[in-house]
């Protein structure tokens, strides 16, 4: 029973954090722009620098971000827009 529990709950909060998440989108269409998030705590990549964004998005209460400008030479730092 407990197992089951456990598994239930675990499935639970993987579907919830996911249904928060911001999206990557390319073009705004049809978006509310509600603001930009930006970021220089230090990414090491694109990857990183993106996951980044997206947190910072999803916390802002946005259900999409696209990301303007990223650059830097050692550590990555990058801006996206923000929408709902």
Do not use: C
């Amino acid at each position: 029973m407990k197992t089951l529990l456990i598994a239930v709950l675990t499935f639970t909060a993987a579907m919830t954090s996911s249904a928060f998440a911001a999206q990557e989108i390319n073009q705004a269409q049809g978006q509310q722009k509600i603001g930009t998030v930006s970021d220089s705590s230090g990414a090491s990549s694109l990857a990183d620098l993106e996951a980044k964004l997206q947190a910072k998005a999803a916390k802002a209460g946005a259900s999409a971000f696209r990301i303007t400008s990223a650059g830097g030479n050692n550590t990555l730092s990058g801006t996206a827009d923000i929408y709902r």
